[in-house]
Structures are given as C-alpha cells and as structure tokens.
C-alpha cells in the first residue's frame, strides 16, 4: 500500500472514530455520519488511482458500508450500553469498518478485472475482531506457573 494511500485511510479512520465517539449516546446518528464519510472514502480513493467512478464496484462497496453499519448499530445496542465501554467500542468499530473497507477498495481498484464478492460474516468478523481483543482479559502468561512452581528450597550452609 502507498505512503499516501496509508495517511488518506489513516485520517479517514481518525474522523470516523472521532465522530463515532463523540455521537455515541445518540443511537444510530453514529451510523447516519460515518456512512457518508466512507463514501466520501471511496470516492477518494477512486481518483487517487485514477479509476473512473463507473468502474469503482458499488454494489460490494455498499455491501461493505451499510453491513458494517448494521454490525456496529447491533454492536452498539449490546455494548453501548455500558457507559465507558460503548464510546470506545464504537470508535473502535468504525476504525475496523474503515480498514476493511480501504483495504478492500484498494485490492479491487489495484486489479479492477474481477473484485472478490464479500460476505457479511467477513464484515462482522472484521468489526467484531477488535472489540474480542480488546475485551480479552489481559494477563500475564507467566504468573500462573509461578505459582504452581514451589518455592525453591533454602541452599544448606
């Protein structure tokens, strides 16, 4: 992926999440903001590589913005009820939604002749991925044997 091509998806990750955090206790006006903002993403990344508007692959596109947007709404209703954990949820989702959809308008402007179909089980992956790690209990792999292993005997003077 280009440097430039990086910083644009960087930064349209970056108003997403912005955006989503900030309109977090409105359910759904998350959804309603971002979706445009990664349409505008689309088209962006069109003219980057030079590629007609005509040729960019639409109707896997919108698959890609209004599923993720129909995950993170689910999402929202489930985690966005927990008052700390839904504002990071919901940005971290819209992170994910992002990359995804970058990542595969990328691949498909790069090689236009047959785009790979996309499956909302892959979208839901994609947007429930981050939240698992993040909700995953963090641990110290170690500390378990420690304990389990006795204290070594004191060396006879």
Do not use: C
Not at 43 to 71: D, N, T, Y
């Amino acid at each position: 992926m280009e440097p430039k091509i990086r910083r644009m998806i960087n930064k349209y990750s970056a108003v997403a999440a912005v955006t989503s955090f900030v309109t977090q206790p409105i359910p759904g006006a998350d959804e309603l903001i971002v979706v445009p903002i990664h349409y505008y993403l689309s088209v962006s990344m069109a003219r980057h590589h030079g590629v007609s508007l005509l040729a960019v692959p639409w109707i896997q596109v919108s698959k890609i913005i209004w599923g993720g947007a129909g995950v993170r709404l689910f999402a929202n209703f489930t985690l966005g009820l927990v008052p700390v954990v839904g504002l990071f949820s919901n940005a971290i989702t819209a992170v994910a939604l992002t990359e995804l959809l970058a990542r595969y308008l990328d691949g498909a402007l790069r090689a236009p002749a047959s785009p790979r179909p996309i499956s909302l089980k892959a979208i839901r992956e994609a947007v429930e991925g981050p939240l698992r790690a993040w909700r995953a209990p963090r641990r110290w792999p170690g500390i378990r044997r420690a304990f389990w292993r006795a204290a070594p005997a004191p060396a006879p003077a």
